[in-house]
């Protein structure tokens, strides 16, 4: 084979569906629902990742990480989000 070099293409936006679709309901009355940082037509239309493009995807990906953190912090959603105010 003489062709030029091609570089591997990892399946990011399957990648992205297959965890939407796994974990799209934790945006359900989640933190960023509750305090309006994401509206309700984007948390349901991150339960079906495959009607988003590709940038609604990305954000989705880093909602569904921002919503885990909070979660994970393991206090009340107002007390994680005013020091997350108070950060910026």
Same mark, same amino acid.
């Given at each position: 084979m003489n062709?030029?070099?091609?570089?591997?293409?990892?399946?990011v936006?399957?990648?992205?569906?297959?965890?939407? @679709?796994?974990?799209?309901?934790?945006f359900?009355n989640?933190?960023l629902? @509750?305090?309006?940082i994401?509206? %309700?037509d984007?948390?349901?239309?991150?339960?079906k990742p495959e009607?988003?493009?590709?940038? /609604? %995807?990305e954000v989705?990906?880093?909602?569904?990480n921002?919503?885990?953190?909070?979660?994970?912090?393991? %206090?009340s959603?107002?007390?994680?989000?005013? /020091?997350?105010?108070?950060?910026?």
């Amino acid at each position: 084979m003489n062709r030029p070099k091609r570089g591997f293409e990892p399946p990011v936006h399957a990648w992205y569906n297959a965890l939407l @679709n796994a974990h799209g309901e934790i945006f359900e009355n989640g933190h960023l629902e @509750n305090h309006q940082i994401v509206r %309700r037509d984007f948390v349901d239309k991150a339960r079906k990742p495959e009607s988003m493009s590709r940038r /609604e %995807r990305e954000v989705a990906w880093a909602a569904l990480n921002l919503e885990m953190w909070f979660r994970s912090l393991g %206090r009340s959603s107002e007390a994680s989000l005013d /020091e997350w105010h108070t950060i910026g």
